[in-house]
């Protein structure tokens, strides 16, 4: 592209400067007449010279105004042809541009769906990791669970016997104890029984009263068996929830543990995926510009050479125009110029005039006793024409 532009710069330069200097020749040509050399000698000679200021004649003649259009189209033209160049121009550039912007923004859609893909793929190992690791502390976790229970039952179980065996102890020194309180007289009424001689009343009393001493003991026995059983029970209930409350510390404990060594691990997997991301990024963008590097770089030679051709053919065309335009304003000031040399010439037939002068447009008029201006008198004349 950068060689269309280069070429085209250096054919509207050329071209421009043409239309430039044809319009100067124009105007020139328009504004002062080449009369340089505008001199009418009659046949009969006399000493008074007559002076006419061609601008001023030229200006008033009445189809000047024509070549004053001529003029203007000429310069409305080549503005137009610089306009339009400018358009083409930008047209081109805009078009090549949209198709490597087109271009590029395929490539870097490829790009970035790459890169989406590897960071999904990247993400998914992460969470796959985190979630293998947290599986394996919540093991770890419930084998120590399992293996403190253990623990405490059997240290439960343990303690429960020994306070067991204790009471078992105090029941049975219990039960000696009412054995010795009452063994007196339990030895005494079986005593009597054995060596008196009891009326059969007598031997039902005391038979009943060794009786209620036997049931008294048992009953205080029963009632001691279950207050003890009963203080048992509520020792392990107590022991029970103690430990219970220690196990869910521990529980508590080694899962605070884990959820630390967890955050810890979590914030080093994503600091290296935050690593890893801008690493990606940064070849991404490399990657981009090195896209856009080359395309900038491609070059489209069929539509340079379309571009070429519609601009040579457009200059060939407008060339032409701005000829035929010149021409015909060569021809009207042809035209003019004749025109105003025969109404000089019968002016200075009839003001008797020696020989007709031109004052040129520039030209430093010498005043002399034998010079008569006869300008406004041509002016009169082609004001009368008008």
């Given amino acids: 592209m950068k060689r269309v532009l280069l070429y085209l710069l250096i054919f509207v330069c050329s071209t421009v400067a043409s239309f430039y200097f044809t319009g100067q020749r124009a105007i020139k040509t328009a504004s ?3 009369l340089e050399d505008f001199t009418i000698e009659f046949s009969y000679k006399k000493q008074v010279i007559g002076l006419v200021d061609l601008e001023q004649a030229f200006k008033a003649h009445p189809r000047y105004r024509e070549l004053e259009e001529l003029q203007v189209e000429l310069t409305r033209q080549q503005q137009d042809w610089q306009a339009w160049l400018e358009e083409q121009n930008k047209q081109a550039t805009l078009k090549h541009q949209s198709k490597l912007e087109q271009t590029l923004s395929r490539q870097l859609e490829k790009i970035q769906e790459q890169y989406r893909m590897r960071l999904e793929d990247r993400q998914k190992i992460l969470q796959e990791q985190l979630t293998r690791e947290e599986k394996a502390r919540m093991e770890e976790i419930e084998k120590k669970l399992q293996s403190r229970e ?3 039952m059997a240290k439960l179980q343990e303690t429960i016997q020994k306070q067991e065996s204790a009471m078992k102890q105090e029941l049975a020194d219990y039960e000696i104890s009412l054995q010795d ?14 060596n ?3 009326s059969e009343e007598e031997r039902k009393r005391v038979e009943e009263e060794l009786a209620g001493i036997d049931g008294e003991q048992k009953q205080l026995v029963a009632l001691k068996e279950a207050s003890l059983s009963a203080q048992l029970k ?7 929830e103690e430990n219970l409350k220690n196990l869910e510390a521990y529980q508590q404990t080694l899962v605070q543990n884990a959820g630390s060594e967890l955050d810890t691990l979590r914030q080093k997997l994503e600091a290296d995926f935050g690593s890893e991301v ?10 981009a510009k090195t896209q856009q590097e080359k395309i900038g770089k491609l070059r489209d030679e069929e539509a340079e050479a379309a571009f070429r051709k519609q601009i040579e053919d457009e200059a060939g065309r407008r060339e032409k125009a701005l000829a035929n335009l010149q021409k015909q304003a060569q021809i009207l000031e ?28 520039g030209q430093k008029r010498e005043w002399s006793l034998w010079q008569l201006d006869l300008t406004s008198d041509l002016l009169e004349i082609l004001k009368r024409e008008k």
């Fill in 334 to 361: 042809q035209e003019i110029l004749a025109d105003l040399q025969q109404l000089a010439r019968d002016l200075g037939k009839e003001k008797r005039v020696g020989r007709l002068d031109v004052i040129n447009p």
């Fill in 196 to 198: 008196l001689p009891l």
């Fill in 278 to 287: 801008r690493a990606q990024e940064a070849k991404l963008e490399a990657q």
């Fill in 181 to 194: 309180k009452n063994k007196a007289r339990v030895v005494n009424l079986k005593l009597k029984l054995a």
């Fill in 150 to 152: 253990k623990e405490i």
């Fill in 234 to 240: 509520e020792f392990a209930a107590s022991k029970q």
């Fill in 32 to 34: 002062s007449p080449a």
